[in-house]
């Protein structure tokens, strides 16, 4: 059977990967120039657990964190912005597109820009998580009390 017709089958470079029941098998096969072939099957079946359990699991936080109402976003060692939420991009009206890389200033502001990073430096230096208490002024030019 050509199992490249089944439902169960995926191909990354040169291995494939095949769903037997529970099991999942990743197989290599390499041309030799007499026309015979050698064949290596490996079982990945824990890869693929791990693999299926971590996406599940992406999709949760994923779920959370776009039907939230506070506004999330993730940041890198250097403040730049990697990851904002639909809270986010409605209270600062701006997409994640035109958020993604950036550090802020834009529509932050200098001050709670200088302030951020601040916090950033705080817990990447330190290991910890930290609370700050500031305010921020939406895109309409309403003050809003934050916590962060």
């Keep these: 059977m050509d199992c490249r017709a089944c439902s169960n ?3 990354s470079g040169g291995l494939i990967d095949y769903r037997y029941g529970k099991y999942w098998v990743q197989v290599e096969t390499e041309r030799l120039p007499d026309g015979s072939a050698i064949v290596i099957t490996s ?3 824990a ?3 791990v693999e299926e359990a971590l996406h599940e699991r992406e999709g949760m936080l994923r779920a959370i964190t776009e039907n939230s109402p506070a506004i999330i976003y993730l940041r890198d060692a250097e403040s ?6 639909k809270a986010y991009e409605k209270f600062h009206d701006i997409t994640e ?3 993604v890389g ?5 529509w932050l ?6 302030q951020s990073i601040r916090g950033d430096l705080e817990v990447f230096s330190t290991g910890l998580p ?5 305010e921020e002024i939406d895109f309409e030019g309403k003050v809003h009390h934050m916590r962060g």
């Design 130 to 134: 930290n609370t700050v208490d500031f």
């Design 80 to 85: 730049r912005i990697l990851k904002i939420n």
């Design 43 to 45: 079982d990945i079946s």
């Design 109 to 114: 502001g200098e001050d709670l820009v200088r």
């Design 47 to 49: 890869r693929k657990q």
């Design 102 to 106: 950036k550090i802020g200033h834009e």
């Design 9 to 11: 089958y995926s191909k």
């Design 97 to 99: 597109e035109e958020a």
